[in-house]
Each structure stands twice: as structure tokens, then as C-alpha cells.
């Protein structure tokens, strides 16, 4: 008769446990799974694809919160001294028309309704004819459909990366009933300059900017740890050529070194003179991003392996005629590994600022490709922000996402080791 | 603290020889020029072209009577007729007299020796500089104190960053003692009162400040500025009335315009400060040495201000080290958005313009005030703390 025994839950286990236990860690999680999986599936969540754009119906206001209608104003006319022409104008009304739960009709409805946008034609002062785009006609009311068909889009799109899943099927969208004037759109965020749905373009943006914190920490984390963890425990000439490396590199502010190392690949061409295509310049970009934070990850693996190597299972390992390299990998690595991971959630932030960064001074992803750097263009021009403060939604987004992954390595962290300090500068 | 002070002194050199090589060797990269563009407008001609690169020692001229012995006999660049010169530097086609600009195809770019030469439309004959003695070219200059003159600008590197680095530095400055002043009470408040609800409010806020990118603060704060009227959208001073202001009138009109890009950089890089303070409180309002002085019956406030206070904030200063990097890289795009004339706004214009010099010297001026930062905060850190001996 033995007594019954239970195993102890093994360290991921515990790992786990405690996390789920972290009440803020888990919102972290959840806005990043939702974050994630809507630009996965940008391509069935988002009404339009990213390049698609209704020239007719540019600049159209946010229907989440509200939309334009046409206003009239009095001024003095050019042509005839004395005389008042009547001038149309675009006004914004906020929390007004947009996204609606009535028909056309006026009679109640769960369904949400938008209007269709028209164009108006009228004459200014000088008697010349001027147009007004995607104003919205408030007697029309079309109903927003489910799961309806539209163009043809890429599930698991990444820049043309396979592999190549197709549909037409969208999660929302709306139809134009057969002689409708105007323009059937839902733009939940508005329309850029060309048409396009601002939204759309939002998450496939993430595509992008989430992706990018991802690989360059897999990339950065695998060389901090390699060469940190070897000059740790290899000291010597190889570890005096690294400190140097690493601190050339942490001398420089990090974005002026990014702006520098993304502005020199920036003018890379192919032999035949062709520029790189937009799937090369995302890989380059997370080449710098990766290369320039790489330095500081691997220091801190260094100073860990450091004071690890003086342990009495290293001493023992070493007595049984473990060769090196096992030791590295099988005893002082795996003890670096709780801390890699916090780090390396911790660092994402960094790779999305600096994807954001390079993008919006347009150093990074080019138009038509979105990322939400370069969605944050469109806010940089200030006349254009004070009028239509919409266009800094990506802006929501790459809070989000930076907070989520804060909140998401804090709760790691405390999972981890309670006691850890990490220090951690402001992303940027 | 001499052997300390020299032996920073001693390494700084190398590492700006190292970051300038780096730096240089990255603009080689693309093959493209800051004249690669002048050479596409169909209006400029090549020799015009070349000659500018001479002027900055991208490439030499070369005698019409040294070509001959220089350069000798030659293939076109796609392999094509032999060339060589005459005594008198004239091109010759397979030993017969040519028209230069009617080979361009073969004798725009060849190399012969191992050297990269040009012979231009004209018939005039340069040799390409490289990498390598471009770099040693500029680092002798720049050891005698010339940085080079701007492609752009037309005048040296030195009269265009001069202000403009001035300008950074006083960005930076303003937003660092806002970050602290704000950081410190801030820490002390809450760290003293752990887990109440102003413990917990300066929490969400730190967390707030932690996770806005600062682009997107900037940008909130354009809107802000523009809303409600009380702060100038952008720039540094008033373009207009500058001119007509009296010197107090100026001060006030730049305060003006510096507060609201300070609090923006100041604000977001607070939190970590802030986190860091409310720690370090914490631990030593639990510490031996101030359950002994409340035991002997000190108030409260000598308690928190004199025992624990004086001993919590040394670690800070550590981080101030770090936060000078944090501050530069923060205030990057504050200073484009927000259009604050600074270096940021410099190194990326030069980076798109393939200003050379200009980059070189704005990416060098940057890292050494990254270094002097340091630098001081390590000696600042050393006068604080007694028990820390710099050597």
C-alpha cells in the first residue's frame, strides 16, 4: 500500500496559473487576442480591402460617430458687386446620422442603418463649379448586412506571404438597393483622400505593425541569448569585441539610429535597378528594428549567464565532463528563459513604436501598403488634423496595444518572479 | 575621480570613430548619392554633375597628362572595344581618336587597376574616391574640427545644427525637469500611502504614461492646443510678431510655445520615474534604520523626508543615466509633429536628401550628448551617494 501521491505542478504550470490569477494581466491578453485575430482575419472583418478605394466617395466622415450633411452660408459675390451668393459647405455633425437604428421610414430598428453618400455639385463666388463629396443623404436609410458577399479577399494575408486561402464572404458590409442615388458605404472610421475605408485599412495595418514587434523579438531574443549567453560564460577577447559592439550601438539614441539604418536600406535597389517590393521593405524593416535592440537584451542575458556560470550545478556539470556547449544550453540558458519571456513581451512595444515611427516619417511602409504608421501620416499635416481629428484612430490602436502588452509582461513578470526588477526606459 | 574622469575622456574618442564608420559605411550602402538625383534631371548636365562631386572630394579629376600612365588601357564597362589615352589625355577608341560622348555606354563607369573611373560627355576624366578614403578623408577633416559643409544648405554643418542642437537640448532639459518634478512628489505621495486610492490613482496614471506612444500624445496635444486656444499648435516662437517684441515679450512668447512639447515628452517618460520612486519608498518606509527613528519618537515628516527620502532616491539617479537616451529618442517625433525646430527634424530631412556631412554630424552630436548625459548622471550619482566610488 502506498500512499497516494500527487505530482507538484511542474513551473509552467504554476507559470500559467498565476497569470490567470492576475485580473489586469488577463485584459492585457484578451485586447491582444482580439487585436491579433482581427487583423489575421482583416480580411473577412473588414468590409473593403486595404487598396480598394470609391474616388466618389473621398473624405467621408466616421459613421461610429456621426457624419456630414451640407450647410448653407452667405457670402458676397465675386461677379457682382452687392449681390450674396449661397455657398454649400460640409459640416460635421457629431453623434448624428452615421451608424443609425432606424429605416427610412423613421420606424425603430435592431438592425443598424447608414446613409448613402452623395455628391453635390454647386457654384462659388466666382461662378465656377465646385463639388462636395460624401455628404450624407438623411432620407435614405440602408440596412448594414451580415456575412454578405463582396471582393475577394485573403484570409491569413501577409504581404503576399503563402499560404494563399481566398473568400468573398464579409463580415459586414452594405448592399445599394438597384437605382439608388449615391453611394452605398460603411465607413466605420471614415475615408482617406482616395475612398478607401479608413477601418479596413486599420487592420490590415495591424497586420503589419503586429507582426513586426513578433518576428523582430523571435530574431533579437535568439541573438541576444547567443551572444550574450556566450560572451557570458566564454569571456575573454569574444566577450570584450561584444561589450564594444553592444555599447557603439547603445550610444546612439534609438531613433536616430533607427531613422539612419532605415534611411540607408531605404535607397537598396535589385541589380536591375527595380526598388524593393513592399514584402522586402517590411523584412528590412524589421532588420533595423531588430538591430538596433538586440544590444540591450543580450547584455542583460550576459550579466544573468554571469552570475548563473557560478553556481555548484554548473561546477558539477563541469566536474561530470559535460561538454560547453550542453552546459550553455541545457543548464544556463533554461534558466535565463523566465526572464527572456517577460523581456521579450516587455520589448514588443519598442518593434511597434518602431515600425510606427519609421512608417510615419516615411522611412517604412509605402502607400498603398497600410501599417498604422503610416496611417498616422494623414495626422501630420495639422490643418488636416484639427478638421477631421479622426484620422488619429491609429493612434487608439497602437495604445492599445502597447498597454495590453505592458499589462500582459507585468502579469508575466509577477508570475514569474515577484521579486524581479526589470527596468524598462519608455518605449518611445 | 581623475582616473574615472580621464579614462571616460580617453574612451570617447574611439567610440565616436567607431559610431562615425558605422555611420558612414550604412550611407555607402544604397550606391545612390546626394547628386544620384541631380544626374536624372534631364536639364543638368553630367559634367555639372561630376564637377559638384569633385568640389566635395566624391571623386579626383585626373590630369589630361597623367591619364595615359594612370589608367592606360582599358575594356568598357559591358566588355565591349579597348580604350586608352593619348599623351595628351585624349580618349582613343581601339587606337583611334573618339568623341567621349559618343562611348558614354561603355566609359560612364569602368574600372581599371581596381579603381572606379567616369569619363564624362565632355571627355573630362574622374577617379571614384570610395568608401574607405572618403571615410579617412572626412575623419581628418573632422579631427581638425571640420564637419564638412551641408550638400544641402550650401554651409557648414557646424552654422546649420548649431541652433538647432541648442534648440534639442532645451526641449529635452525642460521636459526632464518636469518628468522629475512630477515624478518624485508624485512617488513619495503614493509610496507612502501604499495600496490607497491615491496610491492606486498614481498607478493608472503611470500606467497611462507608460503605454502612450508619444506620437500619439503629440498629437492629442496639437488638438488640444488647437481646441482650446490657450497653446500655440506648433513651432517655436510667433513668426509674425517675433520681430516687433520687446526681449521680455520674447521670453514670454518662447515659455509659450516650449511648455506644451515638454509636458508631452516630460508627461510620458514620467511613469517609469514615478514606478521606480514609489518602489524604492515603499522598501525603505519598511527599513530598520526608519522603524528606529520612529521608535525614538521623530515626526512623521522628518521620518519620511530626511531618513527614508534621502535613502530611496539614489537609485533614481541611476536612471537618470538611462532616461537621457529616452529623452532623445522621445522627443524624435514630438519635435516633428509638433514642428519644434530641432535636430530631429534636421536628421530626417538629410536622411531623405542624402546630406552626407549632415547626417554624420547630426548622428555623432546626438550620441555625444548621450554620453555626456551619462557621464553626468554617473557623477551626479557618486556626489549623492557616498558609498559609491567612481575609478
Not at chain 1, 279 to 303: C, K, M, N
Not at chain 1, 393 to 413: S, T
Request: include cysteine; glycine fraction near 10%.
Amino acid at each position: 500500500m502506498s500512499a497516494p501521491t500527487t505530482k507538484p505542478a511542474g513551473p509552467w504550470r504554476t507559470l500559467w496559473r498565476r497569470l490567470l490569477h492576475n485580473r489586469v494581466a488577463c485584459v492585457g491578453g484578451v485586447i491582444l487576442a482580439l487585436l491579433y485575430l482581427s487583423s489575421i482575419f482583416a480580411g473577412f472583418v473588414s468590409p473593403y480591402r486595404y487598396d480598394t478605394g470609391d474616388r466618389d466617395a473621398s473624405r467621408a466622415g466616421p459613421m461610429l460617430f456621426g457624419g456630414f450633411v451640407l450647410q448653407e452660408r452667405e457670402v458676397p459675390s465675386a461677379e457682382q458687386p452687392g449681390k450674396t451668393v449661397t455657398l454649400l459647405e460640409r459640416r460635421f455633425t457629431w453623434f448624428e446620422g452615421g451608424i443609425h437604428f432606424h429605416d427610412s421610414r423613421g420606424r425603430f430598428s435592431f438592425r443598424p442603418h447608414v446613409h448613402p453618400l452623395i455628391e453635390r455639385e454647386y457654384a462659388d463666388e466666382h461662378g465656377d463649379r465646385e463639388y462636395l463629396r460624401a455628404v450624407e443623404d438623411r432620407s435614405v436609410s440602408l440596412p448594414i448586412e451580415f456575412f454578405v458577399q463582396g471582393e475577394e479577399h485573403e484570409l491569413f494575408s501577409l504581404l503576399g506571404f503563402p499560404p494563399h486561402i481566398t473568400g468573398t464572404t464579409h463580415l459586414f458590409g452594405v448592399r445599394a438597393p438597384p437605382g439608388l442615388n449615391g453611394r452605398a458605404h460603411v465607413f466605420l472610421l471614415g475615408s482617406d483622400a482616395t475612398g478607401r475605408d479608413i477601418f479596413s485599412r486599420l487592420l490590415y495595418g495591424g497586420q503589419i505593425s503586429l507582426s513586426v514587434g513578433l518576428v523582430g523579438v523571435a530574431i533579437s531574443m535568439s541573438l541576444g541569448m547567443l551572444f550574450g549567453g556566450l560572451s557570458g560564460y566564454y569571456g575573454g577577447v569574444f566577450d570584450l569585441v561584444f561589450q564594444r559592439v553592444v555599447e557603439l550601438i547603445l550610444s546612439v539614441p534609438g531613433l536616430y539610429l533607427i531613422i539612419v539604418v532605415g534611411g540607408a536600406l531605404r535607397g537598396l535597389q535589385h541589380a536591375d535597378g527595380k526598388p524593393l517590393d513592399s514584402r522586402e521593405i517590411y523584412l528590412l524593416i524589421v532588420v533595423v528594428l531588430a538591430f538596433v535592440y538586440w544590444a540591450s537584451i543580450s547584455r542583460v542575458i550576459r550579466g544573468m549567464v554571469l552570475s548563473i556560470k557560478e553556481n555548484e550545478y554548473v561546477t558539477a556539470a563541469r566536474a561530470l565532463g559535460v561538454p560547453t556547449v550542453a552546459i550553455v544550453v541545457r543548464h544556463i540558458l533554461p534558466n535565463t528563459l523566465s526572464f527572456a519571456i517577460v523581456t521579450a513581451t516587455l520589448s514588443i512595444p519598442y518593434y511597434i513604436l518602431g515600425e510606427v515611427a519609421l512608417s510615419f516619417l516615411g522611412l517604412g511602409i509605402q502607400d498603398p501598403e497600410a501599417s498604422w504608421g503610416n496611417l498616422l501620416r494623414e495626422a501630420q499635416e495639422t490643418s488636416y488634423l484639427v478638421r477631421q481629428p479622426w484620422v488619429i484612430a491609429p493612434g487608439v490602436f497602437i495604445f492599445l496595444a502597447v498597454m495590453a502588452f505592458n499589462f500582459l509582461g507585468d502579469g508575466l513578470r509577477d508570475a514569474a518572479d515577484p521579486k524581479a526588477v526589470i527596468h524598462r526606459p519608455k518605449a518611445g | 575621480m581623475t582616473t574615472f574622469l580621464l579614462r571616460r575622456i580617453l574612451a570617447l574618442p574611439p567610440l565616436l570613430a567607431a559610431i562615425s564608420v558605422f555611420t558612414y559605411l550604412l550611407l555607402g550602402l544604397s550606391g545612390r548619392d546626394y547628386f544620384a538625383k541631380l544626374e536624372e534631371d534631364p536639364k543638368v548636365t553630367q559634367d555639372y554633375v561630376m564637377a559638384l562631386r569633385a568640389s566635395v572630394g566624391k571623386v579626383v579629376a585626373v590630369d589630361p597628362r597623367d591619364r595615359a600612365r594612370e589608367i592606360g588601357t582599358f575594356t568598357g564597362a559591358d566588355g565591349g572595344p579597348q580604350f586608352s589615352f593619348d599623351a595628351e589625355g585624349n580618349l582613343l577608341k581601339d587606337g583611334v581618336a573618339t568623341d567621349a560622348r559618343h562611348e558614354q555606354q561603355h566609359v560612364k563607369h569602368f574600372t581599371a587597376h581596381g579603381e572606379a573611373y567616369t569619363v564624362t560627355q565632355q571627355g573630362k576624366v574622374y577617379r571614384w574616391v570610395g568608401a574607405v578614403r572618403g571615410y579617412f578623408a572626412w575623419l581628418s577633416r573632422a579631427a581638425r574640427g571640420d564637419l564638412g559643409e551641408s550638400y544641402q544648405y550650401k554651409k557648414s554643418v557646424g552654422d546649420v545644427i548649431a541652433d538647432k542642437v541648442w534648440n534639442t537640448l532645451k526641449l529635452s532639459l525642460v521636459a526632464l525637469v518636469i518628468a522629475w518634478g512630477l515624478a518624485i512628489p508624485l512617488g513619495v505621495w503614493s509610496g507612502t500611502r501604499p495600496n490607497s486610492v491615491v496610491d492606486h490613482a498614481c498607478g493608472a496614471v503611470a500606467y497611462f504614461g507608460l503605454s502612450i506612444p508619444t506620437v500619439f500624445l503629440a498629437l492629442l496635444a496639437v488638438l488640444f492646443a488647437y481646441y482650446t486656444g490657450w497653446f500655440p499648435v506648433g513651432g517655436m516662437r510667433d513668426l509674425v510678431a517675433w520681430d516687433r517684441m520687446t526681449t521680455g515679450q520674447r521670453l514670454v512668447d518662447s515659455a509659450h510655445h516650449l511648455v506644451l512639447p515638454a509636458a508631452v515628452i516630460g508627461f510620458s517618460s514620467m511613469a517609469g520615474y514615478m514606478r521606480q520612486m514609489r518602489g524604492q519608498m515603499v522598501e525603505t518606509m519598511s527599513a530598520d534604520y526608519v522603524r528606529t527613528a520612529r521608535a525614538k519618537g521623530v515626526a512623521t515628516r522628518t521620518v519620511t523626508y530626511r531618513h527614508a527620502l534621502r535613502n530611496a532616491i539614489n537609485p533614481l539617479l541611476t536612471l537618470l543615466g538611462f532616461s537621457i537616451a529616452g529623452l532623445l529618442s522621445g522627443s524624435f517625433l514630438v519635435e516633428v509633429v509638433m514642428n519644434w525646430p530641432g535636430l530631429a527634424r534636421v536628421v530626417v530631412d538629410a536622411v531623405f536628401a542624402r546630406d552626407e556631412p549632415l547626417v554624420m554630424a547630426s548622428v555623432l552630436v546626438a550620441a555625444l550628448m548621450l554620453v555626456v548625459g551619462n557621464f553626468l548622471a554617473d557623477v551626479l550619482l557618486a556626489i549623492a551617494d557616498p558609498r559609491i566610488r567612481l575609478e
